[in-house]
């Protein structure tokens, strides 16, 4: 099953906007930045997005907030991101924000036909608000729903022609449960390889949840916070 | 004298027991990395997806694709495994994770942590805050004893947005050792140099203080 596309252009043929997509990521590791940049030329507007960060300012998705392409986003955090703060306070751009391992398992949910599942984390909080609590365990636990979206964006170190994927160190993050939640989810990734190349017992994300993939041209990969220690 | 920064997280390290897997917030909770003590081994969770996350990388060395929670550059320890953020957070709710040490703008004498907005005037984001303090057994606050205005952060309830309910055991700060029960702050050390005084002039919330306090040993 060949799902090799050439190039963003062609990956993201359909997408539109007012469309709700899925950005995986963890700050600026991780990120489809082969695909925002597509998405910044397409100047497609009204997106609601859901991705744990919005990037920096001039990086990763604060490049389509910047452009005012964005409606809503769907975040755990918004540090490290003044636009996204000040678009957020001043009341342009609509946040929704959950915690982290909600977010995650709540894409994860929505690839894996789960429409809900309780957790505790949010109870008695701003999160809560609207939302059934039960009691397990003598425990109360809030009811979080399950994400899909229109296009899952995601990137991958290696992939192969059939969809397969394989991530890097710690820039996998959402980017596996997000490629579940996708209508249409479309990987970028550093090598694209022909199918028998990468070991079956080594996939991340098996090939089923791929529906076009493409090598990127280039990554700059920018580095948010760079610590180093003396040698 | 209170502690500085450092002097905190070297103090919360003696919390630290070997074989324990331990997540570590951003800022002063990352610095306990610095000072495990001899001969105890232990493991640091980072919820974007390590676990066995060691120091940062020489000049040089760093990758990109290799970060912790504040995105820092960081290395994996010999061991180490990746994986993604819905795993990350099954080890944190499902309670594989011993201790979570994380900072706070707000504590409360019930144990109430307010850490990720401030109505009106900054947002941060809870990121993974809120699953960690709704799991974790065991919680440790790392904080100032209060903010830069002098204003306590140890109150006796929290006016900010919380970040969870009665989940906080322990509050180390630049001037005490506290342990939180029966809603109430139990003084248990002191600071180096620090009196009884001016910790409970520094702390707003209801303090019980035994006749003896004893001072940290760093």
Sequence with gaps: MNKVVKNPQEALQGLQSDMTLMLGGFGLCGIPENSIAEMVKMGVTGLTCISNNAGVDDFGLGLLLQGKQIKKMISSYVGENDEFERQMLSGELEVDLIPQGSLAERCRAGGAGIPAFYTPAGYGTEVAEGKEVREFNGKPHILESALTADFAIVKAWKGDTEGNLIFKATARNFNPMMAMAGKITVAEVEELLPAGSLDPNEIHTPGIFVQRIFQGETFEKRIEQKTVRQK | ?218
């Design chain 2, 1 to 218: 004298m209170s502690l500085d920064k450092n002097g905190i997280a070297q103090r919360i390290a003696q919390e630290l027991r070997d074989g324990w897997y331990v997540n570590l917030g951003i800022g002063i909770p990352t610095l306990v990395a610095n000072f495990i003590p001899e001969g105890l081994e232990v493991e640091f969770q980072s919820e974007n997806g390590i676990l066995g996350m060691g120091p940062f990388p020489f000049e040089g060395e760093e990758d990109a694709d290799l970060i912790n929670a504040g995105k820092q550059t960081i290395t994996a320890m010999k061991g180490a495994a990746y994986f993604d953020s819905a795993t990350s957070f099954a080890m944190i709710r499902g309670q594989h994770v011993q201790l979570t040490v994380l900072g706070a703008m707000e504590v409360s004498q019930n144990g109430d942590i307010a850490n990720w907005k401030i109505p009106g005037k900054m947002v941060k984001g809870m990121g993974g805050a809120m699953d960690l303090v709704a799991s974790a057994e065991n919680i440790i606050v790392a904080m100032m004893h209060a903010n830069k205005a002098g204003v306590s952060k140890l109150l006796k309830d929290c006016s900010l947005p919380l970040t969870g309910v009665a989940c906080v055991k322990k509050v180390i700060t630049n001037l005490a050792v506290m342990e939180i029960k029966d809603h109430k702050f139990h003084l248990l050390e002191r600071a180096p140099g620090v009196t009884v005084e001016e910790i409970i002039a520094a702390t707003e919330g209801e303090m019980v203080v035994p006749d003896h306090v004893p001072e940290m040993q760093l």
